[in-house]
C-alpha cells in the first residue's frame, strides 16, 4: 500500500482569518494544493502547522482595532473590555478567560473547516492547532466547554470527515505559559487507524525523548510533529546563542528521535511562518527518516508542500518507495 505524507508549510495571511469563508478558502486552497496529482485511492497524510488556527481567535470578526493591536496580550484586553459582560458570566478567573470568550465562536468553524478539508482531500489530516478549552457537541447544548483549561490542541480527522482525536500540547514553551495555557494529558497522542498507528506530538513534546519513546511503545509508525518556531531560522538558537536554530532543529528533532526505533520509521514536521502579531515564524517544513530528513522546504519563510510517498507492509514497518 502506498501512502502519501505531505507537510503543509503556511505562512500566516490576516486576511485569511477575519471571516469564516475567507477561512475555509485558505484552508481548502492548501489541501488542494497537497494532494493535487496524486492518484485516486492511495492514501494520504496531510498535515498543517502548529498555532495555524491562533489568528481565529483574535481576528475573526472582530474589530479592526484588535487587529491591528501592537500585541497579541493588547489585543486580547481590548476585546475583553469591549465585551466585558460576558467575561463576568464565565466567572473564570484567569486572564485565559479570553480563549473562553472566544471557544464558542471559533471552535465551530475550525473544527467545521479542517473536516470539510479531510474529506476534500481524502486524506488523513493533522489540522492546525489552536488555543482552546477542550470543547465537546451534544444535541441538547450544542458545543459546549468542558474544562476551564485552555490547550494548544489539535485534531486528527479521517478522510471522511470524521474527528479521530483531540491532541493537546504538554509541554509549553514560555509564551504559552504568558498566555495562561495549560499542559495536556497524555493519551490521545496515539490513534489507530486504517492506514495503521499514527502519532502526533505537538513541537516541543516531540523533543522530548519519554514522548517519543511512549508514542513508539505504542507501535506508531509514523509521527507527526507539528511546528511553530518563532525565530529566525538562519539566526542563533534560542537555548545557545552560539549555534544556529535551524541547525539545531535538523540535528536534534525528527531524524534523530526516529532512529533505532522499534516502529516508528517516518516523520512530518509542518511549520508555521509569518508574523502574529509581536512574533515572527520561521521553519523548514519537511518529512524524515531514521538519522536524516528525506525532503525539506527550499526556504524557511513563505508557502510551501513537501511531499513524499512511503510503500507501506501490512505490518506497521513501510519502506521507501
Known sequence: MRVHLVAVQAEIQPAAYRSAEA??????????????????????????????????????????????????????????????????????????????LRALEVW?????????????????????????????????????????????????????????????????????????????????QVVQTQIGTL????????????????????????????SANAAKWEGPWSADARQIEGEVWLREGLAKKLAARENLRYGINPMLNGKFYTLSFEGRSGIYGPGAPIALADRPIGDALVRYAIEKSEGNSPRSG
Request: aromatic share 12%; proline share 9%.
Open 23 to 100: 477561512f475555509r478558502e485558505r484552508v481548502l486552497a492548501l489541501t488542494r494544493s497537497a494532494v493535487e496529482g496524486l492518484p485516486e485511492g492511495e492514501p494520504r497524510v496531510v498535515a498543517f502547522p502548529e498555532a495555524f488556527a491562533l489568528p481565529l481567535c483574535f481576528w475573526l470578526e472582530t474589530p479592526e482595532e484588535i487587529v491591528q493591536a501592537p500585541s497579541a496580550l493588547s489585543a486580547a484586553a481590548a476585546l475583553l473590555r469591549k465585551r466585558w459582560p460576558e467575561v463576568l458570566r464565565l466567572a473564570i478567573p484567569s486572564p485565559a478567560v479570553f480563549f473562553h
Open 199 to 226: 502519532g502526533t506530538l505537538i513541537c516541543l513534546d516531540a523533543f522530548h525523548e519519554r514522548w517519543v519513546e511512549w508514542v513508539d511503545s505504542q507501535g506508531a509508525w509514523l509521527l507527526v510533529q507539528p
Open 108 to 188: 465551530p468553524v475550525y473544527e467545521a473547516v479542517f473536516r470539510e478539508a479531510a474529506r476534500a482531500g481524502q486524506a488523513y489530516v493533522v489540522a492546525g492547532s489552536i488555543f482552546s478549552p477542550p470543547m465537546d457537541w451534544e444535541p441538547a447544548r450544542g458545543y459546549h466547554r468542558v474544562s476551564r483549561a485552555v490547550f494548544n490542541q489539535t485534531l486528527l480527522i479521517s478522510p471522511w470527515g470524521t474527528v479521530l482525536s483531540r491532541i493537546p500540547k504538554m509541554n509549553l514553551t514560555q509564551d504559552e505559559t504568558k498566555s495562561f495555557l495549560s499542559g495536556g494529558p497524555l493519551g490521545s
